[in-house]
């Protein structure tokens, strides 16, 4: 992990009144968490090759296991370039929405990335995020870059702002090894036999508009599910570690979609 020296990036200590208290219903880390594995893309900004200047783009988005943010990017951008120099950088997720923008939340991350073409699982969950991206991922200038994060800031909407750290917003993958070595294929046989399963979660647990939803990942935490554009993220009720686990919460889950009607 990047070393920091002083306050964390992004932090703002002393601006905000001692006596200031959040909302009883704002939960800053959960917001965070669903905000980095909900997010399908984001602003990244880096550090300008030529001169340092802030340089804002574009870029898909996914997540690893641990939620590490992983991007796939052409060395002939701009912000590759300016990575290739400096791994430095930060990647707002926005949730967006209907009305003022800012009363919607969004998310910083901030950290160091690293280039990682030799990671099969980040291609793949990449692409099974973003599965239209297969049409150039293999082109000899394109490569994925994971962060390391350091630190996060949240700003839930109006009056809801928290500075976080990368344990507040990032996966514990401790005594998880039984579930990251079956995730790959739980998420194919999910997809190949349990579409259905697939398609209750979206609509009943998560609020999802009906169709052919899929599942793109699974972690300790949860399930993130996609159809078409749009992304969505189902919490578990309690953490998993092993496939036994994962099979429990998800006929669990089933069952709970099912009794929703």
Not at 164 to 190: F, K, P, R, Y
Not at 202 to 220: F, H, Q, S
């Amino acid at each position: 992990m990047p070393r920091v020296q002083g306050p964390l990036p992004g932090s703002m200590p002393g601006r905000i009144p001692e006596d200031a208290r959040p909302p009883q219903d704002f939960d800053p880390i959960g917001l965070a968490k669903h905000l980095l594995r909900a997010t399908r893309a984001g602003t990244l900004a880096t550090l300008d090759r030529n001169s340092g200047h802030p340089f804002a783009s574009l870029v898909n988005v996914a997540t690893d296991l641990d939620a590490s943010p992983i991007i796939l990017v052409s060395r002939l951008s701009t912000h590759t370039a300016n990575l290739e120099r400096d791994g430095r950088a930060s990647v707002l997720l926005a949730a967006g929405g209907k009305g003022d923008p800012l009363a919607h939340p969004r998310l910083t991350v901030l950290g160091e990335f690293v280039r990682r073409d030799d990671d099969p699982r980040l291609r793949r969950r990449f692409l099974a995020r973003h599965p239209k991206s297969e049409l150039y991922a293999g082109f000899a200038d394109f490569s994925f870059w994971r962060m390391t994060v350091v630190a996060a800031h949240l700003n839930g909407g109006f009056a809801r702002a928290a500075d976080l750290t990368a344990q507040d917003v990032l996966t514990d993958l401790d005594g998880a090894d039984g579930l990251i070595a079956a995730e790959e294929s739980a998420v194919a046989h999910m997809n190949a036999d349990h579409a259905d399963a697939a398609a209750l979660y979206a609509t009943k647990l998560v609020g999802g508009a009906e169709g052919d939803w899929r599942v793109t990942g699974v972690d300790p935490e949860g399930l993130d599910l996609a159809l078409g554009d749009a992304t969505l993220r189902l919490s578990f009720p309690h953490r998993i570690t092993d496939a036994a686990g994962l099979r429990s919460v998800l006929k669990d889950l089933a069952e709970r979609a099912r009794a929703v009607g």
